[in-house]
């Protein structure tokens, strides 16, 4: 969202982190990977939306990767 500071882009970034680290997620892909529904039941893994999710998997190069 271009109408966020740096500082709340940063917390966003820090806190989808903290939630959602990276390790575990590719962890979790490759245990069950191409599932259709990886999102939601990863949103329901790390008790986050799926949106939220969503968002993380972009942003770590998955969603189109799997499920673009």
């Known amino acids: 969202n271009a109408s966020k500071s740096q500082e709340e882009k940063d917390a966003d970034r820090f806190a989808a982190n903290l939630l959602m680290p990276e390790k575990m997620i590719r962890d979790e892909l490759k245990r069950h990977p191409f599932l259709k529904d990886a999102p939601q039941i990863l949103a329901s ?6 949106s939220a999710m969503k968002y993380r998997l972009i942003n770590l ?4 990767k799997y499920y673009g």
């Open 45 to 50: 893994k790390f008790g986050v939306s799926v």
């Open 61 to 64: 190069g998955f969603m189109e």
